[in-house]
């Protein structure tokens, strides 16, 4: 049990809800069963016969079971045969469980799990079953649904003897009352063994409301610890380096940005340290609201870094940074702004004598703002005085990243999280419940809008040659466009045993869940065979360039140079494009084989065109058929640009990650019953009411069971991901 479904207690098992109910109406329906998916089935079995193959020398045991609604045959091989044969007879009922498949034109489930219903149990079985709501638990190979449901109901009697002893119930006697909720043993009682939908429904709302609870007090303690943490405050400074930037600004800020850098600069006035989530619409301007607030650290005498998840994007940050400085990023430099300061690259490929200097730089205080990779992590990076970290792209960074920077500050410094496509309220309530939000929902004046269409390339081939029409016709018009592949294409031959491997992925990419459909029928397109048969074919005679993570980080920079210069017109590149990058005169992107990317990664990337005063075009290129999930995960996307919509069908479709934990979709979610999407009242209601309890009671000294509930939710790995917040 333990290896597979991670039940190793008791309570785990007691937590280890059903998926779904099935009536024996609904499970008995023979005639619409899916392929390929895994079912259980009742039905009475017709015929039994074993037939010999490979000249006597094998034989398979075929049982053709029925239900009235129609006909599916199960079938055994090998020496297990007459042990199923002398169970399997004519006339019998039983429970069958197994993976649709097709043989000889019919369907068939081959070697599966079964339970005869009137065999051991007598009618009586049957009886309760024909009336009765049948859990189907998540199951594995190695262990049933109903092996499971005979555990759980095992383990509810042995309780239910002992009167429930040793069950810490969570939630205070007051909030169940008020909430008209029912007792924790019933709640399991019902979640396991129930007589009706109403039981389910009830128990479903109890612990729906245990899980909120318990992690919004987990939450809310620790926010209640961060502002107890001395913080030196960082108070804008009138005349300063911010002023003096603004005054630069070519253009006037949005409403929002200038909202949302007022929330920023309350915070930093504070004495103790700000925890802000600054989350927004893909180019809505949260890069300049981070330096703004970078800027006005430095007028107070601190110094900002900006943590970037991959060195393109680190040094297109620190390109777009003294870009919009000017020289104001030119401190103690000739042709320098008096008021200026120095503006370090930080990353790991850099030279010796490179790192050398912007450590110096650092320690000094001779440079106020440092953008970089990891490698600002490492323990030889030393600050003078930090006072801001702004850690861009959230979901790429490990807690304990996050944390090794902030230690390096006297005192904790400021924190500011950028996210890089926008997320509901409710998953910023839950993921991110240690910060504060602040939401840049404009996008600033002069962006073009962005047309989004999918290319069905097995369909309809044609659409294809199109595509490359419409780029070089972009490019013709003086215009440049991405084209982006799943895979970079450099990868050894693999022998073909080996071919299921997943080919190897661009080092600088998310670690995104992609969302592919079933079982890949080809290796994912790659950028070297799509730049080379673009030269040689279609934009023959157009300057095609690729770009990948794994190429030297100078050769990097020269590409994204050159592009940027509008001296390339097409950039053939893996994800590494996805984040930060802006290129305004690039107003083509072709996405191959997008089913192969998840959703917010497509309007990510997608957010690269459109970036200046023409429209933007977006060709998303699939092999997928259109009734298949991928395409209507694609046709999503092509149908709006609202990002946070996006976001709460990728979250719908990918099932929430472990909220407290590191991954973002974790393998064990701590999240079982709730569901941060269709529960948003749920959620909100316990966060209110887990502040209000760890105010009165920040120790949770009156509330042991809830601490008993919090110490089984945190254990000691989440704990320190908690206190690293």
């Not at 393998?667 to 209000?692: G, H, N």
């Amino acid at each position: 049990m333990s290896e597979h479904l991670d039940l190793r207690t008791v309570g785990d098992l007691l937590h280890h809800y059903p998926r779904r109910y099935a009536e024996r109406g609904e499970l008995t329906r023979l005639a619409e069963l899916p392929l390929d998916e895994h079912v259980t089935v009742v039905a009475r079995i017709a015929d039994a016969r074993v037939h010999k193959f490979n000249r006597g020398k094998g034989q398979r045991l075929e049982v053709t079971l029925t239900d009235g609604s129609g006909r599916l045959q199960i079938v055994f091989f090998g020496r297990s045969v007459h042990y199923h044969q002398r169970e399997l007879l004519p006339g019998r009922r039983g429970m069958f469980a197994g993976k649709v498949g097709v043989f000889n034109r019919k369907l068939q489930l081959s070697h599966p799990d079964y339970k005869l219903l009137d065999e051991e149990s007598g009618e009586d079985t049957v009886e309760k079953f024909a009336n009765e709501l049948l859990p189907l638990y998540p199951a594995c190979k190695q262990l049933s649904s109903w092996n499971i449901e005979q555990s759980a109901a095992m383990i509810l009697s042995a309780l239910q003897a002992t009167g429930w002893r040793g069950l810490a119930d969570p939630l205070p006697a007051a909030l169940r009352e008020e909430r008209d909720l029912i007792p924790l043993p019933e709640a399991f009682e019902k979640i396991h063994r129930p007589r009706t939908k109403a039981d389910i429904a009830q128990a479903r709302a109890r612990l729906k409301w245990d899980e909120a609870f318990v992690l919004q007090v987990a939450l809310a303690r620790r926010r209640a610890k961060e502002t107890e943490l001395p913080a030196v405050p960082r108070v804008p400074v009138p005349g300063g380096m911010l002023d003096a930037f603004d005054e630069r600004l070519p253009f006037t800020l949005t409403d929002g940005q200038r909202e949302v850098s007022r929330e920023i600069f309350a915070d930093l006035a504070t004495e103790h340290p700000m925890h802000r989530l600054l989350q927004g619409e893909v180019g809505s301007g949260k890069t300049l609201v981070a330096l703004r607030a970078m800027l006005a650290t430095v007028d107070a005498g601190g110094q900002a870094a900006m943590l970037a998840p991959t060195e393109v994007l680190a040094q297109q940050h620190h390109r777009s940074i003294t870009e919009m400085m000017g020289e104001l990023a030119e401190g103690g430099m000739l042709g320098g702004a008096e008021q200026g300061t120095k503006v370090v690259l930080l990353t790991g490929s850099m030279s010796t004598a490179q790192r050398r200097q912007a450590l110096l730089d650092l320690v000094t205080g001779e440079a106020g703002i440092v953008v970089g990779t990891h490698a600002l992590i490492e323990d030889k990076v030393k600050f003078h005085d930090l006072g801001l970290v702004v850690v861009d792209e959230q979901h790429r960074f490990g807690v304990e990243q996050r944390d090794a920077l902030r230690s390096k500050g006297e005192q904790p410094p400021h924190l500011l999280v950028m996210t890089a496509t926008p997320i509901p309220r409710t998953v910023a309530m839950t993921v991110f419940g240690d910060l504060e939000t602040s939401v840049l929902d404009q996008l600033p004046a002069g962006r073009s809008p962005i047309s989004t269409h999918v290319v069905p390339a097995k369909d309809k081939p044609h659409f294809l040659a199109r595509t490359w029409e419409r780029v070089r016709e972009e490019a013709e018009a003086g215009h440049q466009a991405y084209v982006v592949c799943p895979r970079i294409g450099d990868e050894e031959e693999q022998p073909a045993k080996s071919a299921k491997k997943k080919p190897s992925r661009d080092p600088e990419e998310a670690d995104e869940d992609t969302g592919a459909d079933a079982e890949e029928k080809r290796p994912p397109l790659a950028v070297l065979d799509i730049a080379q048969q673009l030269t040689a074919g279609p934009l023959g005679g157009l300057k095609v360039e690729a770009l990948h993570g794994r190429m030297h980080p100078d050769a990097k920079d020269e590409v994204m140079r050159r592009f940027a210069a509008g001296e390339v017109d097409v950039l053939v590149a893996t994800t590494v494009i996805e984040v930060g990058v802006n290129v305004p005169n690039a107003t083509g992107m072709v996405i191959m084989d997008a089913d192969r990317f998840g959703v917010s990664q497509l309007h990510q990337l997608r957010g690269r065109v459109g970036r200046g005063s023409a429209p933007g075009l977006c060709l998303l290129v699939t092999e997928m058929p259109e009734a298949s999930p991928a395409r209507s995960r694609l046709e999503a996307v092509a149908a709006t640009l609202d990002g946070f919509e996006l976001s709460r069908i990728d979250l719908e479709q990918r099932r929430e990650g472990d909220v407290l934990g590191q991954a973002q979709s974790g393998v064990r979610s701590s999240l079982r019953m709730l569901t941060v999407i269709e529960d948003e009242d749920v959620i909100a209601e316990a966060r209110d009411e887990a502040s209000a309890l760890v105010a009165a009671d920040p120790e949770l000294t009156e509330h042991p069971e809830l601490r008993t509930a919090l110490d089984a939710l945190l254990d000691e790995e989440r704990e320190e991901f908690l206190d690293k917040g």
